[in-house]
């Protein structure tokens, strides 16, 4: 059973289009987050959720918009996708923020 | 708030030799000091930890060292295999706060055969 699970693992659209990558834990944590990898590999945070609510939300252009339906899930919406969004995009998921983080598999987002 | 520096940002050794990546933290609060390791196409996985209690732990050929004085910790991988390639991440975090962990900027390592 894989333990944190994001969809779809490729995604490739137009500039302007809207898409969403779904991120499911099975794990019973209690945090969730997102973070996007650029080309230098670098993990930057964009969203911390806690029970469904919203702890961090780092300087992200708000045409990313999280939304956590259960603590179990926690899915990322993109409108007007640019080609600066084109990276990898992971959830991870813990018991609490600062310890046990386990990661997703990453979504590659291509925009063309 | 925490800023955690990793050096080299890559590295390449040959197979059999002995790699070392090196974190300097700025948070002297920081207690918790783990290492992730991302395969080519997966996330990244936890592969040792360190609290600031102790100054060395070991898990065969890993090996994390940390010097609480210094603010800085070190990935020690000896006689490296080519499945050792990927990219490692250190990170930092007071534990039992409600920070997050972060993390350095990324190792790429390079086992070469």
């Known amino acids: 059973d894989t333990a944190v699970s994001q969809t779809p693992k490729y995604l490739v659209t137009q500039m302007g289009n809207d898409k969403s990558i779904k991120c499911e834990q099975n794990l019973g944590h209690d945090t969730m987050y997102w973070y996007k990898q650029d080309s230098k590999k670098f993990l930057k945070i964009m969203f911390s959720?806690?029970?469904?609510?919203?702890?961090i939300n780092e300087t992200v252009p708000n045409r990313f918009s999280p939304k956590s339906p259960d603590k179990a899930h926690l899915n990322l919406h993109i409108n007007s996708l640019e080609l600066g969004d084109s990276a990898v995009y992971f959830c991870?998921?813990?018991?609490?923020?600062?310890?046990?983080?386990?990661f997703g598999s990453g979504t590659r987002l291509t925009v063309v | 708030g925490e800023n955690v520096e990793q050096h080299p940002s890559t590295l390449s050794v040959q197979e059999g030799d002995s790699a070392v990546i090196k974190c300097t933290y700025s948070?002297?609060?920081?207690?918790?000091f783990p290492w992730y390791k991302q395969e080519l196409g997966k996330g990244p996985q936890l592969i040792i930890d360190?609290?600031?209690?102790?100054g060395e732990k070991k898990d065969q050929r890993i090996a994390v060292t940390l010097n609480k004085t210094a603010k800085h910790f070190s990935l020690h991988i000896t006689e490296t295999q080519p499945e050792d390639s990927a990219v490692y991440f250190c990170a930092a975090s007071i534990e039992g706060s409600a920070r997050q962990l972060t993390f350095g900027s990324g190792t790429q390592l390079t086992v070469l055969p």
């Open positions: 360190i609290r600031s209690n102790v």
């Open positions: 959720y806690n029970n469904k609510e919203l702890i």
């Open positions: 948070d002297s609060a920081s207690n918790y």
């Open positions: 991870a998921s813990s018991q609490r923020p600062d310890y046990g983080y386990t």
